[in-house]
């Protein structure tokens, strides 16, 4: 379908990481805490491991074959990458918005939106079922004509530039925001504070939100995250936590047709059969605290995970099965283990000591020819 534009983009993004970190230790200032970061990096990590097993090749089948029965054959070089610059756009912001609206596609975007810090780290957090909501919103573009090629690669640039806009280190950019999605237009997006709350759903254009009154400058501090917290770093448990809350709640429904609404009413929808939910401590945030000790062995291990990561989503398709899979568990393993040794989580030692452990076998059984 096209090259794969965010894996080969893996070295850049740390790259991007590294200066920030850099940048914001002149200023004095602390963007970034272990345990969230694990939790965003883990995120992506989960949604690029998916992306390998299926759902790369279930979005380029199915865009595929659409394209093969499009309405029409758009004429000349330019006016594909014309319909699909607007094309993407477009459909991005309408499945961005509705995914603030509608609880089923909100319970894989909320993913996105948990951490209560605001850096580059946090554009890698992504839902593994992301593809699975977004992809209805991009099919009809194959059948309006625009090519696979020219569609991913599009989707892959506009994927790469809202990594920058990630950032508290960037200042309001003034009139260029009228025209662009920016690092304090995109702020506002993921704040929880009431006056920012379902603004700026731009991709790349801040067109679309000044048309559809969903436009909203920065005009006061940001805070982060979601209104009802997830509190915790689990990579894992943030991928399927709001889903377990919808299946829950639609379970407690005085009536099937109340069960029903649960999935597909606003978040913000809430009748007096729910309760009070819980709410966000706009003054705090979740901060388990562990040894000094613990977080550097932490950091050094998800060091030499993101290596590999990077190595398998590169390459892991050419494994043969057996140790294709014994990369995915041990990965998934690693997602579990590590964030939890910096919460402090009593099963994350012994958790932990498995894993090292899996990791030894698993390199006694390829040294020796095994796998």
Not at 217 to 235: H, K, L, Q
Not at 280 to 291: E, G, I, N
Not at 294 to 300: F, N
Not at 319 to 340: R, Y
């Amino acid at each position: 379908m096209g090259p794969n534009l965010i894996a080969l983009a893996i070295p850049l993004f740390f790259v991007g990481i590294a200066i920030e970190l850099v940048v914001a230790k002149a200023k004095g200032r602390r963007v970034y805490r272990l345990g969230d970061a694990m939790g965003d990096m883990g995120c992506g990590i989960a949604q690029q491991v998916v992306g390998l097993l299926f759902a790369t090749a279930a979005i380029g089948g199915s865009y595929g074959w659409l394209y093969g029965h499009r309405l029409w054959t758009l004429p000349t070089a330019w006016l594909p990458w014309v319909a699909a610059v607007t094309g993407v756009e477009v459909a991005y912001y309408w499945w961005h918005r509705l995914s603030h609206e509608v609880n089923l596609l909100w319970a894989a975007h909320v993913v996105h939106h948990h951490s209560e810090d605001y850096n580059l780290a946090v554009a890698l957090r992504q839902s593994v079922t992301t593809w699975a909501t977004s992809l209805p919103f991009y099919l009809p573009l194959a059948l309006l004509g625009v090519p696979p090629f020219h569609f991913a690669v599009i989707l892959g640039l506009s994927t790469l530039y809202q990594f920058w806009i990630h950032t508290e280190l960037v200042p309001p950019l003034g009139a260029l925001e009228k025209w662009l999605n920016t690092p304090a237009l995109h702020r506002v997006h993921h704040a929880i504070n009431p006056r920012y709350l379902d603004k700026n759903h731009a991709a790349t254009f801040s067109v679309l939100d000044r048309a559809f009154g969903t436009w909203m400058p920065e005009t006061e501090a940001c805070v982060y995250g979601t209104t009802r917290p997830i509190n915790s770093f689990n990579p894992l448990w943030a991928q399927v936590e709001t889903y377990v809350d919808l299946f829950r709640l639609a379970a407690r429904a005085p009536s099937v047709g109340q069960g029903l609404r649960v999935f597909f009413a606003s978040p913000a929808w809430r009748p007096a059969w729910m309760g009070e939910p819980t709410r966000r401590d706009f003054a705090t945030k979740y901060q388990p605290t562990t040894s000094v000790g613990v977080q550097r062995y932490a950091l050094v291990q998800w060091l030499v995970l993101l290596g590999g990561v990077f190595a398998f989503l590169m390459w892991g398709r050419g494994l043969a099965p057996a140790p294709f899979w014994a990369a995915v568990g041990l990965i998934a393993l690693s997602l579990a283990a590590l964030p939890a040794l910096v919460e402090g989580k009593p099963w994350a030692r012994p958790l932990e000591a498995g894993r090292v452990a899996t990791v030894l076998v698993l390199a006694g059984a390829w040294g020796a020819g095994v796998l």
